[in-house]
């Protein structure tokens, strides 16, 4: 075990309360820097996701992200005052070739990154290349049998050589990591949906047997239309299973549900979008917009730029972003009826409209710092 272990892992709430100096800042009426950036390298993937957001994000145009575009969009975080990369957002970041430059670079400016990935093409000689470099990452793991798997993110159940191949991957990057003691957190995550609840336990186990330090499950989003057709009422029924999945955590896995999301599917409490500002999405397209639920391009309004064509600190210092932003922020605003559900900030938003109300402040970390401190 890491030492790094003994420090709390946070996965179904937000750390705001180690970035209490730029919620002072914010509530003064200064223009911020997000302390955290999701966002991907391209959006281009191998996998077919029955739960991707990603299909609801088109169509937008796509621009091709060079490495220096990469590069120079990290020297831009540095100056702003960006605190950490999760490269997540709407595309597998792992097949650009601007991954690995821009992960080296990023270690190398002290700007701390996590990644999201199918982890299909992240064989020994990629992930041995960024696994120091890296403060976590994050396998998608629909389901815990190989045909579960396949169905749920390939052609069909008898495609598990897509199983086959990520087991493989993420148990070399187990093994590297412990033998070359890097603190480098791992997990694996499955995003449930209903009807997928004989796959719960089959997960847990999974990740037990691999060795990662969390197995992850979590909610689906869905967008204000329902394009996904998600029942939310329908996780009531699994509760008591995702309960026994959590029972199967052992010193070495933990086993956790984002019960905050799944039970409050699309009833939450804040009607005004703040988190954004803490916590800004780009798309691999290179868009820029508050939220990648605002990626597709019949919500153009909210798009503010693409790096591609602008450096991003010329994007963030202009009008047109903090105009996006306040409007999100302003009575103008409905996230019910105006925004998908469970956005990537919802616990950013929730923590930070309680905060306004003075229903919940936020006060400053005391103690132990948590793992993953620079993200949110």
């Known amino acids: ?9 946070i996965l179904d709430s937000h750390k705001l309360s180690c970035h209490y100096d730029r919620v002072q ?10 302390v955290s950036v ?8 191998g996998a077919m996701c029955s739960f991707c957001y990603a299909m609801i994000q088109e169509s937008q145009s796509r621009s091709s992200i060079k490495v220096h575009h990469a590069l120079n969009l990290l020297d831009d975080f540095a100056d702003i005052g960006v605190r950490s990369v999760s490269l997540v957002s709407d595309g597998e970041s792992t ?28 064989g020994p000689e ?21 045909e579960g798997y396949a ?16 087991m493989k991957n993420i148990r070399h990057a187990v093994d590297y990591k412990r033998k070359h003691n890097l603190s480098v957190t791992l997990g694996i995550q499955m995003v449930l949906m209903p009807g997928m609840e004989n796959e719960i336990i089959p997960f847990a186990k999974l990740g037990v047997d691999l060795g990662v330090d969390y ?3 979590k909610h689906c989003s869905d967008d204000e239309d329902g394009s996904l057709g998600i029942d939310y009422s329908s996780y009531d029924a699994m509760y008591k299973t995702i309960e026994l999945a959590e029972a199967l955590s052992t010193k070495q896995t933990k086993v956790v549900a984002k019960w905050n999301k799944i039970k409050d599917g699309a009833n939450f409490s804040y009607k005004r979008v703040h988190g954004p500002k803490f916590l800004l999405q780009i798309s691999g397209s290179g868009l820029v917009a508050p939220a990648g639920l605002f990626f597709n391009s019949k919500y153009s309004k909210f798009h503010i730029g693409n790096y591609t064509e602008e450096r991003f600190k010329s994007i963030w210092n202009s009008d047109r972003y903090w105009q996006i932003q306040e409007y999100l922020a302003s009575k103008y605003f409905e996230a019910k009826s105006m925004m998908g559900t469970l956005p990537i900030t919802h616990y950013v938003n929730i923590a930070l409209d309680r905060h306004l109300k003075g229903e919940q402040p936020i006060r400053p970390w005391v103690g132990t710092r948590p793992l993953h401190d620079r993200f949110l």
């Open 151 to 166: 169905k749920h993110m390939y052609k069909g159940p008898t495609h598990t050589e897509v199983f086959d191949k990520a």
């Open 95 to 122: 097949l650009s070739p601007a991954y690995i430059p821009f992960i080296k670079h990023a270690a190398n400016i002290g700007i701390h990154v996590g990644n999201a990935t199918n982890g299909w093409e992240w």
């Open 25 to 34: 800042q914010w509530e003064a009426g200064e223009r911020i820097a997000p």
């Open 38 to 45: 999701d966002m991907a390298l391209t959006r281009a993937c």
């Open 215 to 217: 197995a992850v499950i």
């Open 1 to 9: 075990m890491n030492n790094e272990q003994e420090r709390p892992l």
């Open 126 to 146: 990629k992930s041995e290349e960024v696994l120091p470099h890296l403060q976590w990452v994050r396998f998608t793991v629909a389901a815990g049998t190989p």
